[in-house]
């Protein structure tokens, strides 16, 4: 896949970190909200061992990340508040299977907590396309919301695609050469044979 962005175009470490607060206090926010309501509907108590509870309570919040990211908006609203979209490397939409996959990474790494946290962003430092381990499983990038704006842009296309453009005009050029030179070197099957002297002397009747 073509990269459809350049290395200033991924959003760096900061930004992602913001987003990532942002996102957990929209995560506690949800939690609590649910776990008041798991605790009201379990007639005030909410036992550890209640797995249906804590369902409730994981399953949404995980859908709602997934959700997020999948949607035209490309990204949690964290993302969307540090000026973070998150697409595929040519720049086109996550789809929700993407999306799903990178949210149960994510998930894993965190229940890690610190070495998770450590983790990523030390693959966030040292990749070119500054992906966190969730990213790079997934195949998505992190990029700044100006990138997206500037893509489709004529000035984008011929400055950062040029590989694509050329692979395409090689690739067109061959077969026209191919389709030429089979035309040109191929003789007609049904072409008259030409008439020796002998047979224009005898005419038609000899």
């Not at 470490?13 to 649910?34: E, T």
Request: with cysteine; net charge positive; hydrophobic share 50%.
């Amino acid at each position: 896949m073509v990269d459809a962005f350049t290395e200033s175009d991924y959003a760096g470490i900061v930004r992602r970190v913001v987003a990532w607060v942002l996102d957990v206090v929209a995560f506690s926010i949800s939690w609590f909200v649910l776990l008041v309501a798991a605790t009201l509907a379990n007639e005030g108590v909410l036992e550890a061992e209640d797995g249906l509870a804590f369902a409730m309570i994981a399953v949404p919040a995980l859908l709602w990340k997934t959700l997020w990211v999948a949607s035209p908006l490309r990204g949690t609203p964290g993302h969307r508040v540090a000026g973070i979209r998150v697409v595929r490397p040519d720049g086109s939409r996550v789809s929700l299977a993407r999306a799903a996959g990178r949210t149960l990474v994510e998930a894993a790494m965190y229940a890690f907590f610190l070495v998770g946290m450590v983790l990523g962003g030390i693959t966030i430092l040292a990749s070119r396309r500054r992906q966190a381990i969730h990213d790079m499983v997934a195949g998505t990038v992190c990029v700044e919301r100006d990138a997206l704006v500037r893509l489709g842009s004529p000035q984008h296309v011929a400055t950062h695609l040029p590989q694509a453009s050329a692979a395409s005009t090689a690739a067109s050029t061959a077969r026209t050469t191919t389709a030429s030179t089979s035309t040109s070197t191929t003789a007609p099957t049904d072409a008259p044979r030409p008439q020796t002297t002998e047979e224009r002397h005898r005419g038609p009747f000899l």
